[in-house]
């Protein structure tokens, strides 16, 4: 592959990510709006109990509640569905737990949780892996201790209980 190519091909998955990050901060407005129009309904909720409980007619609230709790409810789930949007487009996912993890780890590594592998195999065609340079990788003058599985060799992160991969706890944690 040319330097032509190579750059071609860098310009275009830049552009791609480009793309996603202006996708995810859009998701993320739509989600805002959302949570601004509960905060309403919470607000108009709380004033007609209020204003029933202060007139002594606790009933004469009750159709505002309900109408304004089926809304929030819908709204919740279109923010649920939003923010599964924002995980795809990022490559992330949740655990159990509340721990965000790339989409392709094995198990949490704070809690250990194992994550079912998909039943759909999605396969990409001829996506080149791009490969450091020797002498990138030489240039760092910075010493780095980068801790790795004792089981599977994995590179672990600072913080991890668990492995990734193969969900083996870390020594020391």
């Not at 480009?18 to 129009?37: G, I, T």
């Not at 002594?56 to 599964?84: G, M, P, V, Y």
Request: charged share 30%; glycine share 4%; proline share 2%.
């Amino acid at each position: 592959m040319g330097f032509f190519d190579k750059l071609k091909e860098s310009a275009s998955k830049a552009a791609d990510k480009a793309k996603d990050s202006v996708e995810v901060v859009r998701l993320n407005s739509q989600v805002a709006a959302k949570r601004k129009e509960i905060e309403k309904m919470y607000l108009q909720i709380g004033e007609a109990v209020f204003e029933a409980y202060t007139s002594n007619a606790e009933s004469a609230a009750e159709e505002l509640i309900k109408a304004n709790s089926a809304t929030i409810i819908t709204l919740k789930q279109e923010i649920e569905q939003l923010e599964i949007k924002i995980r795809t487009l990022k490559d992330e996912k949740d655990c159990v737990c509340g721990q965000v993890l790339p989409l392709d780890a094995k198990f949490c590594s704070s809690c250990g949780h194992r994550f079912e592998e998909p039943s759909e195999v999605v396969v990409q065609a001829n996506e080149p892996v791009a490969i450091e340079a020797p002498h990138e990788a030489a240039a760092t003058t910075e010493r780095i201790s980068v801790k790795s599985c004792s089981n599977c060799q994995a590179t672990l992160q600072a913080d991890d209980r668990f492995c990734e991969n193969c969900g083996t706890a870390v020594e020391g944690q």
